[in-house]
């Protein structure tokens, strides 16, 4: 099998994980949490008191994640141990 370039080898237990966001964040509801959660948490978290803006930061950081999670979705990832001993489709 060709290996691209990009392609991410990841673990089982990494891919379940994966699925399990990617199963709630894409229904119709989970769009919904994470629309509303970007409207609450992405915007400033300039604070005058440096302890509310690290926790404003901490927020954002969690929407952050989570797209981040999301957007491995478009990647082609691969999970270790295939049948070929490295990758499995």
Not at 13 to 35: A, H, I, T
Request: hydrophobic share 35%; net charge negative; glycine share 6%.
């Amino acid at each position: 099998m060709e290996r691209l370039k990009d392609t991410k080898f990841v673990s089982p237990e990494f891919m379940s994980f994966l699925v399990d966001y990617w199963e709630v964040f894409f229904s119709e509801r989970g769009k919904r949490v994470l629309d509303d959660m970007r409207e609450k948490y992405c915007a400033s978290s300039f604070h005058e008191n440096p302890y509310r803006m690290g926790y404003l930061c901490g927020q954002r950081d969690v929407v952050v994640e989570i797209e981040e999670v999301l957007s491995m979705r478009n990647q082609d990832i691969q999970v270790e141990g295939g049948e070929d001993g490295n990758s499995k489709e």
